[in-house]
């Protein structure tokens, strides 16, 4: 069990997930960081083979690290999917160390990537919470909410244009009435409130005359039949009642 001397260029701090290892002082690419160790595990000891954590080291088929002891200081790192170190795995020694795979700068949390049975294990169905997947959960939040906007500024932009028509046709009507007044018809409410069908139908006559300012020419029966829808639609508009 190697000493922990000041020497050593790591120390346990609070990170994103709990605890975590940091880096005090520059480590070089390819440097020997920390040593996971802890007891050795035979899987053909039943007794061995019974013992379950999150800290359990594969080395092969039969030996296993226990690096659950409080004295495994490499125990604290945290995995990542893009790491700064990796673990260096010697089964015929039995032994596992933590080497840096990228010049680390002091502060920077070092972390190694703990492999696919871990990450299915124990990070996948609580989503993994190192950098690169929270910047990637960041990025995909982003892309979400500028896809949201875009709609809603297509909505609203759906709806002015609506609106805008909508605008457009009431001042049409409006014109369109005006001119009937213009034509000498009177529009009162009684003639317009949709008892189309009570009226004369020489009234009615008179009034989609003015209207579509044409001559009425077909038969008295079938102009009627075609006045009552005009007669309904003018009704709606608010003119009508002054
Ligand atoms: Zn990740």
């Known amino acids: 069990m190697p000493a922990i001397s000041s020497k050593k260029p790591y120390r346990v701090g609070r990170s994103s997930t709990g605890l975590g290892l940091f880096a005090t002082k520059p480590i070089k690419k390819g440097t020997k960081i920390v040593r996971y160790f802890g007891p050795l595990l035979d899987c053909k000891k039943k007794k061995d083979d019974a013992v379950e954590n999150k800290y359990l080291f594969e080395l092969n088929g039969r030996w296993t690290i226990d690096g659950s002891v409080r004295e495994n200081v490499a ?25 840096a795979i990228k010049n680390i700068e002091p502060g920077e949390e070092i972390n190694y990537d703990y492999g696919t049975d871990y990450f299915k294990a124990y990070l996948k169905p609580i989503g993994c919470k190192c950098a690169a997947c929270e910047r990637k959960r960041k990025k995909q939040r982003a892309e979400a909410r500028a896809e949201r906007l875009r709609l809603k500024a297509k909505a609203e932009k759906k709806a002015l244009r609506q609106a805008e028509k909508q ?7 409006k014109h369109e009435l005006n001119g009937a007044k213009a034509n000498g018809v009177k529009l009162n409410g009684k003639h317009l409130n949709g008892h189309g069908g009570k009226l004369a139908v020489g009234k009615l006559i008179a009034m989609k005359t003015a209207i579509s300012a044409k001559p009425e020419s077909k038969p008295r029966g079938e102009s009627r039949a075609s006045a ?14 002054r």
């Open 75 to 99: 125990r604290y790192i945290n995995h990542a999917c893009k790491p700064n170190a990796e673990s260096d795995v010697r089964p015929r020694k039995r032994k596992v160390f933590i080497r």
């Open 167 to 173: 605008a457009a046709k009431a001042r049409e009507n």
């Open 228 to 241: 009552r829808p005009q007669a309904i639609s003018l009704s709606r508009t608010p003119d009508l009642s």
